[in-house]
């Protein structure tokens, strides 16, 4: 299969700023979810916050008296339909909207219609709203008879000396691996994609997600390590959605698919990969640190309450903190980071355990100087209640950026939000303390995020925190643990 054949640009529409003209975007919004199979009630929905978003952009985004214009765009990604509005007015304001409306377009968004939602910085090209749903392919269950369901509650321990073959997944055994899944989770694993086949296959296609999986004698997918990469071409991936068959564990395959995912994105030149290991037990953590993996930080209630375990007791009363982890595989470029005078202890030990090429630099806050405004992309996942604000400049107008930003999330009932602060500019530790006021804490440094490194900052939407149910697998994790929770004002 051609790698671009689920992913092309379908149409872009270039229309006057006027209301007049949003019954000929909808129209077309329509005929296009109707091509893909959407039910009607998701066409409606479609069109209504279409219709809500066109019409944000024509009140609120040019100056009185101007007429302007905007583009709707729509494209095929793996797995999604992605819908942009476009324009080069004045910045997002949904304040303005949900002010002065019982249905403003946040809510819309959010409850009535996206999977996730991007606010994106054009540059010079304006700004961009995007909406992304994803297609309704069968799932896993439809694969599997009644039969077949009640078989895989009760399976044995397989026999100890049964030879396994590990390989990179293929996207042809995707219905495979939804097995896998569903015999280790059922359906409380948080990533659904992994549920859809079909969804899956396009994924593994693009190059998006590559994959380690186990083959049983049976040729049973019994274990599975992705990487996920904003691009085929990549240089740092995550490392995730790790699967071990219930038959199958204590033997060590989630260290032997680690080995083999690593040494594979180290013969493609990557500089390393990143993870996030769950704390509710050690096994992971551990298997991380074995392989030269090192504790970044910690994303405190992170996980949602509904994943389990089968055949590990479940010991989960509220949503699960997950442990971030960085394994260095390749030299990374040079770089200058600029570290918060008071974060700068713990962030140099972090630093320090990855060996990475870094030179540290502080500056006073006298020699700060913001030039232009500040850009901060937004990505919200409302199914899980997560929310990341990306910073991509800083400017005079921060702090009431990331005030709106932050009341916004809150009032979409985010549990948990996320402020990415760029260490390669001079300016993030004088807006850290900022960002710091409003309540957000250190979460954590991630290595090569962004072509770069990040310092990450948390914010809990009141949500309670017990300590005692966070399991460290390390000396420096139970350090670095101890920092996040005092940080964030926990006992421990």
């Not at 100056?63 to 476009?86: A, H, N, S």
């Not at 992994?194 to 190059?207: M, N, Q, T, V």
């Not at 250190?442 to 017990?466: H, K």
Request: aromatic share 10%; hydrophobic share 40%; glycine share 6%.
């Amino acid at each position: 299969m051609n790698r671009d054949e689920n992913s092309y640009p379908i149409v872009r529409i270039t229309i006057a700023a006027k209301k007049e003209f949003i019954p000929t975007i909808t129209s077309a919004i329509r005929s296009i979810a109707v091509h893909f199979g959407f039910e009607e009630k998701e066409v409606l929905q479609l069109e209504l916050v279409v219709e809500e978003a066109s019409l944000n952009v024509i009140e609120h985004a040019f100056e009185e008296g101007e007429t302007g214009v905007f583009d709707v765009v729509v494209e095929r990604k793996p797995g999604q339909l992605i819908i942009g509005i476009e324009d080069m007015g004045l910045p997002f304001d949904f304040a303005k909207v949900g002010e002065t409306t019982n249905t403003g377009i946040g809510m819309l968004l959010i409850k009535s219609f996206a999977d996730e939602v991007r606010f994106i910085n054009l540059g010079r090209k304006g700004k961009r709203l995007e909406l992304i749903k994803s297609f309704r392919y069968k799932d896993v269950e439809e694969y599997i008879s009644t039969e077949e369901r009640e078989v895989s509650k009760n399976l044995p321990q397989a026999p100890s000396d049964e030879p396994l073959k590990f390989l990179m997944m293929t996207p042809d055994q995707s219905i495979n691996l939804a097995r896998c899944v569903y015999r280790s989770y059922g359906y409380s694993y948080p990533n659904d994609t992994i549920y859809f086949p079909e969804r899956r296959k396009e994924l593994l296609d693009s190059g998006i997600i590559e994959a380690c999986i186990v083959l049983n004698s049976s040729n049973e997918i019994i274990g599975h390590l992705a990487m996920v990469k904003d691009a085929k071409d990549a240089k740092v991936g995550e490392s995730g959605q790790a699967v071990v068959d219930p038959r199958y564990r204590g033997r060590s395959l989630f260290k032997e698919m680690k080995i083999f995912l690593s040494e594979h994105a180290k013969n493609r030149g990557m500089y390393g990969l990143y993870s996030e290991a769950v704390s509710i037990h050690p096994y992971t953590q551990k298997g991380n640190i074995s392989l030269g993996a090192h504790e970044t930080g910690f994303l405190l209630a992170f996980a949602p309450e509904s994943m389990s375990f089968k055949q590990i007791k479940d010991k989960q009363k509220q949503r699960q903190t997950t442990v971030l982890f960085y394994h260095r595989i390749n030299a990374e470029p040079h770089r200058e980071v600029y570290l918060p005078y008071h974060h700068a202890t713990i962030m140099k030990k972090i630093y320090e355990k990855q060996a990475l090429n870094r030179n540290y630099a502080i500056l006073n806050k006298e020699n700060i100087r913001c030039e232009g405004k500040a850009v901060i992309d937004v990505k919200v996942l409302p199914d899980l209640a997560l929310a990341f604000l990306e910073v991509q400049n800083y400017g005079d107008d921060f702090e009431g950026l990331i005030e709106f930003r932050l009341k916004e999330m809150l009032k979409r009932k985010m549990d948990c939000i996320y402020v990415d602060l760029p260490l390669s500019m001079k300016e993030t530790p004088y807006f850290c303390a900022i960002a710091e006021q409003f309540g957000f804490f250190f979460a954590g440094v991630i290595p090569e995020l962004y072509d770069g490194d990040v310092l990450r900052l948390q914010y809990l939407n009141n949500l309670d925190v017990d300590s005692k149910e966070i399991c460290t697998a390390s000396d420096f994790g139970k350090e670095l643990l101890n920092y996040v929770l005092k940080a964030g004002g926990f006992n421990n």
